[in-house]
Every structure is written in C-alpha cells, then in structure tokens.
C-alpha cells in the first residue's frame, strides 16, 4: 500500500471507531459487536505501529497512553469552577423562584431542570487542532475551585469523551472554528462498575470503596490509565464555553449544542415554568432513581436563558441562577425493643432490630437490619437504645448509629450473639475470613423455608402466592421438604390450609404447574448456589443449555462464561458435588421441571457486518466461509462498496481487492475470518 492509502485506511478506521463508540458509549444503542469492534481496533493499532508517523493524539487506538510520571500537575481554571446553594424543600424552591423573577425583571424566567449526578465535576478544555477543528488538550478536576489536578491521560480513557470534534461539525452546528471550546460536567461510576470494582478490591484484599462517588474519584487520580479504562467511568457534559464564553443562548440549547457534539447528555431533563413543574420533575426523580444505573442526590434548577442568568450573576461562592434540591436522607431516630437473629436460606445468620414503629419516607418501619455479628458488636447496641434508621430507595431500612444523649437514654441489656442456630439450636460456624456466622445444618427448618420463599419470588420461579403463611403451614403440616415437593402438592391438601378455599387451592396449583416452564436460568437461581444471581444463572443457562450440561462441566468450561470467576465457579462446583442436590435435581426433573434453556448463539459475532469474499482460501470452500459468516449474524455480497465491513481474500483476488483498496476496506485472510468467528481479536 502506498504511504497515502495507509492513511486513507487509518482515517477510515478511525471514523467507523468514532461513530461504534459514539453509538454504544453515548447513545447506548451499539450496532455491532464487542468482537467486531475490537477487530477494527486491532487493525488500526496495527497500522498505527507499523507508522508511527500516522499516529495521532485523537487516534481512538490512543485513548490509553502516556502516564503522568509523578503525580499530577496543577492548573488554573479558565473561570472559576462553583458550587451551588441547596434548597431542601418545595418552600425553599419557592423563595428562590421568587428571588429570581424580581431580579430577573423584565427577562424571561424559565428553569432547566436537570439531574444532580453523584460524581465529580470536570472541565475538558478542546484546542484549534489547525484543521479547523478542535481537540482534547487538557482534563482538571474542580480542585479549590480556582485550580484543579490535570487529570488529562485518565480522562482520556473514558470513551464518553470525544477526542476531537472536527471542522464540519462545529461548523453544522454554526460554532466558530479555530477557537477554543470547554465542556464541563460531571464523571461518575456506574453502580455496575462500582460493584465490580470492589469485588475486585476484595479479591485483591484492599479496602472497598465507600460508594461509587469515592471509586469515581479515587479512580480520576489513579496513576495508570490503563487501570482507569477498565473502570468503566462516564462523562456526563452540561456546560459548554467557547472561548470562555457562552455561545448558545441558553442552558436547554446547550445540552442540545453538546449532545450534537457528540457527548453524552442525561436524558433526564425538562424545562419548567413553575414550581408545582420543579416538584413534579423533583418527585419523578426520586421515583426513578434506584433504577437508573448510577447515583444522583437531587435535581439541580437552572435558569434557562443565558441573558437572565447574566443579569441575576453570583454569589460568593454559588451562581443566583441556579439550586440544587437536595433529597434528603431518609432517616428517622427510634428505640429498639429486641434483637432477633434470621436464619436465611444460605444459613447465614442476620441480626434484626425490633423497632417501635417509626415513619420514615413514606412508610412505617419496624424491623431494621444490623448486618453481622461484626456491624452489632461494633456499635455496641444494647435493647432499649435509641438508635438512627435509614432507608435508601427502596431498600431494607438499616440501624446506622446509636442515638444517647439527654433525652435518648441508653439500654440497659446488653446483647450476646447466639452461639446455637435460634432456629434449629446446632452451633453455628464461622468460616475463616468471613464475617458471617451460618447454620450448617442441611435439615434446619428455617433454611427450607427461606428456600421455599425464595423459590417462589417473582424473580424466581414466580410462583404468585406462596407467601410467608403458606409457606409455614406447608412446613408446619409435614407436606413438603424440599422445593420439589411443591409439585406434588394436591387439591385436597390445600383446601385443609388456613383460609384456603377450592379457589385459591387451584390457582396455587396452577401457579405451581406453570412453573415448569420457567426455564433452566430460573431454576438455577432458585436452587439457591451461592453467588449464582439473576444474571450469572442467565449466562450459565444459556451457555450450557441443559442442567445435564451444566453439572458436568469442569471449573475451566464454566468459567468460559462471561463474569464467571473461579470464585463462582468453585460454589457450582461444590453446589452440584453434595449428592443431595443432585437429588433435587433430579427430583425436579421427575415433577416435570423443565432443565433447558436456549443456547446462546455463541457466533452471532458478526451482526451488522457485510463481507466480501474473493479468491481461493487455503482450507474453506467460499461456500463454507459464507455459511459460517452468515450462522454468524452477517452477510455476504458480491461486490465491494462502501457499505462493505470486511473483503476476505484468498489466492489470485482480483479486482475487488483492488477495489476494496481503493475504497480503504479492511482484507482480512482466512486466518483473520476465523479469528473475527471465534470472537477473538484479529491477529496483529
Ligand atoms: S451545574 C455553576 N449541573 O453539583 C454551576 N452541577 O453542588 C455549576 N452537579 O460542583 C454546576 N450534577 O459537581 C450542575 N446537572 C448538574 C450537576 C451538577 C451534579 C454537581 C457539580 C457541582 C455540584 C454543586
């Protein structure tokens, strides 16, 4: 190839990369596969080593790069970077409105609501590139608020961030070109990446991290972006500068501006008049925020147009345009009347805090959980004690600290943990290195119970109706032992149970039948293996396709499954190793539960792709090489375009592989095919 058409092919590459990141990092809406792109991205850092020349700092081959050797370096911030007042109630939103609207006068008053993301707050600085476009020249912290770290090499890796933003677009968008542009907004960690990263930090031994605004942070200045790229973190942008100053009229068409740049934007937002709109927006949020992926703490209210915010300016430290609406922890201060210990289905052991009820966000609480034994002894909880409750979201209220002072006296009965199972009375053990203690003992009575509730959840086997009562009269009349015995269960059985009529007996029936058809994933998480939840059973389900599969398959084979570790591996292993389970098993396969699930189409690696074959290949026949291709999710064409993803060429390719040339489209050989087909990487 001539030193041109490498370049051709490089920008080539680096423009299909730009838009599969744009799509799957920004608009979360990916076309292609993992493995196709890495193929693409493996092509270009092979050509880009092979010319090094051809290297360029926007290059999506070099996110990861250059480290800062010792520490970071402090710089100034182009304006300030400020923080904003807090308003905690729809009273307080109110005397801000009003504030608001006298000093606007005359200008008009709207606000752009937003999400208070739970990161941190960056500012990216994008300089003439000399092409007329602009490029990623410097990432700071917030710092004091006047100088931030230069965190540049770690903000980088995020793949949320444009590297450049070229001449066309600046100038679709009616930008100037030639001058510099700044975008500011907020890095935070995903809850999935959070998590993953602690169990990480677990398996390493090192400390976890608090919460996912301390991993995002404490990720932000870590010494090694390659470390930083794996975590996962995202770049939300909501303030935009050109040439230190604002461009687009208002707060709403700057999120219009920026997602047009090609930053992620939050969804989450709506422009309001009102302050019934701000508590209406306020209380979406709310509902809305366990199930969003990632932490916020509020909303934040911008006055929209930029003319109005200008006119209304700042405060010390905080802009007059804008506030955030803090939700409140929801907590509530009560006395605690016992202490229970649940034995669960694991036969781990929780201690329970017996409160006298007290309202906390919206509802009555009156149990709470004190974790382990550890967390207990730690706050030195004694009965009668005033204790803090929290309830985030909609998660179990937790005991957070003992309350003593005047008027919260301490408890005088001191609590010792059982040392017997409350609910069996076998002593109860503690693994080295856990915190947990565990009732071992395979026939305790609260185990098959916990079990059987957790067969039924709706997550589970979804078996509507299997509640706490039933569940204990089933129990208490000797009519099941073990989860396989539900299907079992007859009519007339039933209709002798508390408040159980024909009715109720033959939908629970019915309930019960239907579950058989649940699939193999459900069944799998409702046998209850440790570490083994919703979405681990789902791979290993749909990996192995039957349990049969799945009980023989080695450590090596399961952890070929996706985030399957040895970890996991080892408690399937053990789980199926304990002939009773194997009993179970084949017990519920014996009441007609079915044990299968669809295979994974493991080579659909090539949707959205199109190849181009031409030559003889040294072992496929082009018919074959098109079968797998096409069992793979792509397609085949007979003549190269620009649409074509891939050209495979064998021995005496002719004119489309002068074609794909010209046109800078990846060739692969047979090796690269059959690489791309196992989901492997290309061959440098
Ligand atoms: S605007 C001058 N918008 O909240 C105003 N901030 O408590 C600049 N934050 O330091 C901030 N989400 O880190 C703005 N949608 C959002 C935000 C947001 C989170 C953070 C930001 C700021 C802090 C102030």
Redesign the pocket.
């Known amino acids: 190839m001539t030193d041109s058409a490498v370049a051709r092919k490089i920008e080539n590459l680096r423009h299909q990369l730009r838009h599969h990141e744009h799509l799957y990092y920004v608009l979360d809406a990916p076309e292609i596969t993992d493995a196709a792109y890495d193929a693409l991205m493996n092509e270009l850092k092979r050509l880009e080593s092979a010319h090094p020349e051809l290297v360029t700092p926007d290059s999506p081959a070099q996110r990861v790069g250059g480290k800062p050797a010792e520490g970071f370096k402090k710089a100034r911030h182009s304006r300030s970077?400020?923080?904003?007042d807090?308003a905690y109630s729809a009273e307080e939103l109110a005397d801000w409105d009003r504030r608001v609207r006298e000093l606007a006068g005359d200008l008009p008053v709207e606000y752009a609501a937003?999400?208070?993301?739970?990161?941190?707050?960056v500012a990216l600085r994008y300089d003439p590139a000399g092409d007329g476009g602009v490029r990623l020249t410097m990432g700071l912290t917030?710092g004091d608020g006047q100088t931030g770290e230069d965190v540049t090499s770690n903000i980088r890796t995020i793949r949320s961030v444009p590297l450049s933003i070229s001449a066309d677009l600046l100038q679709k968008l009616r930008l100037p070109q030639g001058q510099g542009i700044e975008v500011?907004?907020?890095v935070v960690m995903p809850e999935a990446a959070f998590l993953r990263v602690n169990e990480e930090r677990e398996r390493e031994g090192l400390p976890a991290f608090v919460n996912p605004r301390n991993s995002a942070a404490g990720t932000l200045r870590t010494l090694e972006p390659s470390i930083v790229a794996n975590r996962r973190l995202v770049f939300?942008a909501?303030?935009l500068l050109v040439e230190g100053e604002y461009f687009v009229a208002g707060q709403t068409a700057t999120l219009e501006t920026l997602a047009a740049l090609g930053f992620r934007v939050?969804p989450h937002r709506r422009r309001v008049t009102t302050v019934e709109e701000m508590i209406e927006f306020i209380d979406k949020a709310e509902s809305e925020r366990s199930s969003l992926g990632y932490e916020?703490d509020g909303v934040?209210l911008?006055v929209d147009a930029h003319a109005t915010q200008q006119r209304l300016g700042y405060t010390g430290r905080?802009?007059r345009w804008?506030i955030?609406y803090k939700f409140t922890a929801k907590a509530g201060v009560t006395r605690v009347n016992g202490i229970t210990v649940q034995v669960g289905r694991t036969g781990k052991l929780t201690p329970v805090a017996e409160l006298a009820p007290v309202f906390i966000g919206g509802t009555t609480v009156s149990r709470a959980t004190l974790h382990n034994a550890d967390f207990l002894s730690g706050l030195g909880l004694r009965v009668g004690d005033w204790v803090k409750v929290e309830r985030g979201g909609d998660v179990i209220p937790k005991v957070v600290e003992v309350v003593a002072d005047a008027e919260h006296p301490r408890g005088e009965q001191p609590f010792a943990f059982p040392s017997l199972c409350p609910e069996c009375q076998i002593p109860v053990v503690r693994a080295e290195g856990e915190v947990d203690w565990r009732c071992v003992n395979a026939n305790c009575p609260a185990k098959l119970r916990e079990s059987l509730l957790h067969f039924g959840r709706r997550e589970v086997m979804n078996i509507e109706g299997l509640g706490e009562a039933v569940v204990q009269q089933l129990l208490d009349r000797g009519l099941v032992h073990s989860v396989a015995d539900l299907y079992a269960l007859t009519e007339e059985q039933l209709v002798g149970l508390d408040r159980f009529a024909e009715k109720s007996a033959r939908a629970l029936l019915d309930q019960i039948a239907s579950s058989k058809r649940a699939g193999l994933g459900r069944v799998l998480m409702g046998l209850g293996i440790r570490f083994v939840g919703e979405r681990t059973a789902e791979l290993l389900a749909q990996e192995f396709g039957s349990i049969d599969a799945l009980m023989a398959a080695s450590a090596e084979e399961l952890e070929r499954v996706e985030e399957v570790g040895p970890r996991i591996s080892q408690a399937v292993l053990e789980f199926f190793a304990q002939p009773a389970n194997r009993a179970l098993v084949d017990s519920l396969k014996r009441a007609g539960v079915e044990m299968t699930a669809e295979k994974r189409q493991r080579t659909a690696q090539l949707t959205g792709l199109t190849f181009v074959l031409t030559g003889t290949l040294p072992t496929l026949t082009r018919d074959e090489a098109k079968q797998k291709i096409e069992a793979a999710g792509g397609k085949t064409a007979g003549s190269v375009s620009k649409r074509t993803s891939y050209v495979v060429a064998g021995e005496e390719a002719g004119s489309k592989l002068d074609k794909a040339r010209e046109l800078e489209i990846p060739v692969l050989d047979e090796a690269g095919l059959l690489a791309l087909l196992a989901g492997q990487s290309l061959p440098g």
Request: glycine share 8%.
């Open positions: 970077m400020l923080s904003l807090n937003e999400l208070k993301l739970d990161g941190l707050s917030r500011r907004g907020e939300f909501y303030f939050n916020i934040v911008k905080a802009p804008a955030a």
